[in-house]
């Protein structure tokens, strides 16, 4: 979950749109919007309705639809409030009903008196959902932010890191002007989905896709290449470190072994690209996105240059050729 306590008010406030938007507005019980969410799932209170509370997941928030609303006219029509006490004597964080539906006043006012916040939606049950459990998903996933810049590169989420002024800005750069796009430079933030996807996105959206070029300032990515340079978030499919070249250190030159680094628990591949003047950075990333790519669909470059050397050899083709060149001199 995030460092901040997530409320009912929060959900409310949520700038969602299109096929994402809750459609949410309160109805009764606005004293309680300041409750928190501590549980990032649904529940469906029919079977407490009719008096069955062991085992109520009064924690979650709780759905009312259509199946609901109508055993709630029932109650009213027998006058059966018992029941409707129970319910509002638990620390509910929110009810929502679904398809516009509007409860009873005397539902209302019990919410109002319980400071339980009730909440309306246009959306049918299903596919209200679908949109909540997402939106919980992305608030309550573990998270955390870092230094660095991250880019799509042929399809695939890269994050570049490295030591402050080793020129990942300038590289981002050099990729958008190639057609590459950007999705956040300086500080990103890093959200777990399902416990194995890592998705990365600006941590202020305001700035995400400004770019700071030391001797050129500010830039606005999106002005300046227009919106089809940048995207709000992607899946971290690679880390690549951009490091100042160190002669005293052996860089690998064949990448048998595929190397990870941890990220949230999630291992994400991770290769170190030594910084020097001469290296064309961005067509080194390039290379190192598409032989990911490749990866992805079974296919390892160096593992297979590696087993046609040892199949060469193991023709005796490599022997032949040994002996054959002597030294002439």
Request: one cysteine or more.
């Amino acid at each position: 979950m995030s460092e901040k306590e997530f409320t009912i008010l929060d959900l409310l406030n949520l700038d969602l749109k299109g096929h994402n938007s809750l459609e949410l507005r309160c109805i009764a019980g606005r004293r309680g919007l300041t409750r928190i969410l501590t549980v990032p799932d649904v529940n469906r209170p029919g079977l407490a309705l009719s008096g069955f509370y062991e085992s109520f997941a009064y924690t979650r928030v709780q759905l009312f639809g259509r199946s609901e609303y109508a055993y709630l006219k029932k109650l009213d029509a027998e006058n059966r409030v018992e029941s409707l006490k129970t319910y509002f004597s638990y620390e509910l964080p929110c009810s929502v009903f679904t398809r516009s539906l509007t409860p009873d006043e005397r539902f209302l006012a019990m919410a109002d008196e319980s400071g339980s916040p009730i909440l309306q939606t246009s959306l049918e049950s299903t596919e209200f959902t679908i949109r909540l459990l997402r939106v919980f998903s992305d608030i309550f996933a573990p998270k955390k932010t870092l230094h660095g810049v991250l880019v799509e590169v042929f399809g695939v989420g890269i994050l570049l890191i490295g030591d402050s002024g080793v020129g990942k800005s300038e590289t981002a750069l050099e990729l958008i002007e190639r057609g590459h796009r950007l999705v956040a430079d300086d500080t990103i933030e890093i959200h777990c989905i399902n416990g194995n996807s890592l998705v990365g996105k600006g941590a202020n959206i305001l700035i995400s896709h400004h770019m700071e070029i030391r001797g050129l300032g500010i830039i606005n990515i999106s002005q300046m290449y227009g919106v089809g340079a940048i995207r709000e978030q992607k899946e971290i499919q690679l880390v690549i470190k951009l490091e100042v070249w160190d002669d005293n250190k052996i860089y690998d030159r064949i990448g048998v072994d595929t190397r990870t680094t941890d990220l949230l628990g999630v291992k994400v591949p991770y290769t170190e690209i030594p910084v020097r003047p001469g290296r064309n950075l961005p067509i080194i990333i390039e290379a190192a996105a598409m032989n990911e790519r490749l990866k992805s669909m079974g296919h390892y470059s160096a593992r297979e240059f590696n087993q046609n050397i040892l199949k060469w050899i193991e023709s005796g083709e490599a022997q032949a050729s040994y002996y054959s060149n002597e030294d002439i001199y």
